[in-house]
C-alpha cells in the first residue's frame, strides 16, 4: 500500500516536471515581452493591445526563420554525426549489406562498386575508425 502511494507521488512529481518543461518556455516569453514593453519608450507611442500581437508576429517570423536555417544546415550534420556513432546500427546495414552482395554473386549479377564501398564504410563505423 505504501509502495503504491509513492509510485503515484513519483509519477506525479513526474508529470510536473514535463509540464514545466513545456509550459516554462512559454513564461519566460510572456516574461520577456512584460519587461521589453515596460523598459522602452514603446509604451509613450504604441499600446499594450496593439504592441502584443505585433511582437508575437514578428517573434514567429523570427523564430521560423531560425528554423528554418538549422533544418537546413545544422540537422543534417547533426544526423551525419549520429549515424556514424551507431556502431550496432552499422553492424546490421553491414549484415545485410554483405547478404545482398552475396546473394548477386550467387546469381551471377554484377556487384556495383558503391555496394562494396558502404560496406566498408560500415565496418569503419564498427570499429569506429570514422574520421
Known amino acids: 500500500m505504501k509502495t503504491r502511494r509513492i509510485k503515484k507521488l513519483k509519477q ?9 518543461a513545456i509550459i516554462a518556455p512559454l513564461f519566460g516569453f510572456i516574461n520577456f515581452l512584460l519587461l521589453f514593453y515596460n523598459f522602452t519608450a514603446l509604451k509613450q507611442y504604441l499600446p499594450f493591445e496593439i504592441f502584443i500581437p505585433i511582437f508575437i508576429i514578428g ?5 521560423l526563420f531560425v528554423g ?27 549484415i545485410m ?34 574520421k
Open 68 to 94: 528554418k536555417m538549422f533544418r537546413k544546415k545544422q540537422m543534417g550534420i547533426d544526423n551525419d554525426l549520429a549515424y556514424e556513432r551507431a556502431p550496432q546500427g552499422a553492424k546490421t546495414a553491414r
Open 12 to 20: 506525479k512529481f513526474y508529470d510536473l516536471r514535463m509540464a514545466w
Open 59 to 63: 517573434s514567429g517570423v523570427l523564430f
Open 97 to 130: 549489406l554483405e547478404y545482398q552482395r552475396d546473394l548477386m554473386k550467387h546469381l551471377n549479377m554484377p556487384v556495383p562498386a558503391e555496394l562494396e564501398e558502404r560496406i566498408t564504410f560500415m565496418r569503419k563505423i564498427e570499429e569506429g575508425n570514422v
